[in-house]
């Protein structure tokens, strides 16, 4: 092939390139690039959306670092991820063994398991609304207590819908996951006279560590970004002890107007979720050379 063709099939294959690439990029800069700009624009201003934004520079973040109900909202959101997250996990990987091995029923029980994750949200805030109800499933398994409406009772009540909701959605990953490991090693340990609890430990659960770090990254940046549930079960409180970060946004920006205080929220989330996502993938490339 001559200089001439061979420049001719780069070009070539540049321009496909690039039209196979079109869609995503003109998707990330509608829908993610642009926002985040306005965001952050809107941030150093006051703005009730009515009128012209007013530049304030640095005053919403000086504000947002003197508000106790913001820290109050971090503290919610950090609980909140922490305790939805890890059990969410757990529960998932201790589920997942047993319907990744072959057996009649296990497609039914993948599917019995699935249901939840495949609910929509607000039919699934609503039934749980029906089970924290006075005289509901929950007064009746636990007794009676003010599940929605003590500050004591309502994050555990809201953790406990949303473990329920997304477990499933864990599972199939983890399936997924316990179905591409090497079987030959687990017949080298077996051979080697390893239990199963040994065997989990030490060959199945080192063995997922890439599957670990997907679900822990989806999980996480689900959980930070969490605003449903909140809102529809508890509308933050009582006192807002579940007034979590999303919610704390929302209601400075719909409920009191105050747009430019809310991009503030906005701009600390999405930093704090690409430090995590970034360290997170930082980890997975070094695991990776």
Do not use: C
Request: charged share 10%; proline share 5%; no cysteine.
């Amino acid at each position: 092939m001559t200089r001439t063709g061979a420049r001719t099939m780069a070009g070539s294959e540049a321009r496909a390139g690039a039209g196979l690439a079109a869609p995503a990029i003109v998707y990330f800069v509608l829908f993610w690039a642009l926002p985040a700009l306005a965001a952050l624009y809107l941030s150093f201003t006051s703005y009730d959306l009515s009128g012209t934004p007013q530049w304030v520079g640095m005053e919403n973040y000086r504000q947002m670092w003197a508000n106790d109900e913001f820290w109050a909202s971090v503290r919610v959101t950090l609980l909140y991820t922490v305790f939805a997250v890890g059990p969410t996990i757990m529960i998932a990987l201790v589920v997942a063994v047993p319907l990744a091995k072959p057996g009649r029923l296990r497609a039914w029980l993948r599917a019995l398991v699935f249901i939840p994750a495949v609910m929509p949200l607000v039919g699934a805030t609503v039934l749980w609304q029906v089970i924290y109800s006075t005289g509901g499933l929950a007064d009746t398994l636990a007794g009676a207590h003010p599940w929605l409406t003590d500050s004591g009772y309502a994050i555990w009540a809201l953790l406990v819908m949303v473990i329920w909701k997304y477990v499933g959605l864990y599972v199939i990953i983890f399936v997924a996951g316990l179905q591409a490991l090497p079987a030959n090693v687990f017949e080298a340990a077996a051979i080697d006279g390893a239990r199963a609890l040994r065997t989990f430990f030490l060959v199945t659960v080192p063995l997922l560590r890439r599957t670990f770090t997907f679900v822990i990254v989806v999980a996480v940046t689900g959980a930070m970004q969490s605003f449903v549930p909140a809102y529809l079960l508890t509308k933050g409180g009582p006192v807002n002890a579940t007034q979590v970060l999303p919610l704390y946004l929302y209601n400075n920006a719909f409920s009191y107007s105050r747009f430019g205080y809310a991009s503030a929220i906005a701009i600390v989330l999405l930093v704090a979720l690409l430090v995590f996502a970034f360290t997170q993938f930082k980890l997975i490339r070094s695991d990776e050379e």
